[in-house]
């Protein structure tokens, strides 16, 4: 892994909505929780800036974060964040204790290259649709990758590159693809742009009438 992530936290005493509020509002903090494993859970709080800083990071979503709890560590996934609807405030961070011998489960961003330059664009003048921005993958936290690349290259219009297609990690799976080959989902296809299959019929038309 390319990044090491390192968050500060304290226990947290108290609980409940108002407590929580207090939190934000009065010493800048974020209330969390650790939990998964054999442990049990763990009600925290992080530093609202020193979350929201690391958070910056899009390696942060989908890799192995050290957590510092009153001097103990715990190796950890983000599995969930509640945001403020109008503000920029993080409300929540979930966090999900991982083994180093147990494989997890995680949805990692798709990053799509040669978009602009794929035969299917550059050649056929299509259009890229992305079906998908994600991809869930099972691995053990030592293999994660930072994001799965999405190679448009050789793509040409009318084609759609599927789950399957995707050049995974070794020691990588797709979730998906492990409940069986009628769940390789398409990830993103070149279409052709909007008026040539109207303007293609609307010729074949004139010909006939000819």
Do not use: W
């Not at 084609?159 to 979730?175: E, F």
């Amino acid at each position: 892994m390319s990044e090491d992530f390192v968050l500060n936290a304290t226990i947290r005493e108290d609980a409940g909505k108002g407590a929580s509020r207090r939190l934000r509002r009065l010493e800048g903090q974020t209330p969390g929780i650790i939990y998964g494993g054999t442990a049990a859970p763990l009600n925290i709080q992080v530093a609202h800036k020193d979350l929201s800083k690391q958070l910056e990071n899009e390696a942060f979503y989908s890799h192995v974060i050290t957590i510092n709890v009153d001097g103990k560590t715990e190796s950890v996934l983000l599995k969930d964040l509640q945001r403020h609807p109008a503000k920029p405030l993080i409300l929540h961070a979930d966090f999900l204790r991982v083994s180093k011998t147990k494989e997890v489960k995680v949805k990692v961003p798709l990053h799509f290259i040669n978009e602009e330059t794929s035969k299917g664009v550059k050649l056929g003048g299509g259009i890229v649709v992305h079906t998908m921005t994600e991809l869930e993958i099972s691995c053990l936290a030592a293999n994660l990758p930072e994001f799965i690349e999405v190679d448009l290259a050789d793509v040409e219009v009318g084609q759609t590159v599927h789950i399957s297609d995707l050049k995974l990690p070794k020691g990588v799976t797709s979730v998906e693809l492990s409940h069986g080959a009628d769940h390789d989902g398409a990830v993103c296809s070149i279409n052709k742009p909007k008026g040539v299959a109207t303007e293609e019929a609307a010729e074949g038309e004139e010909g006939g009438e000819e």
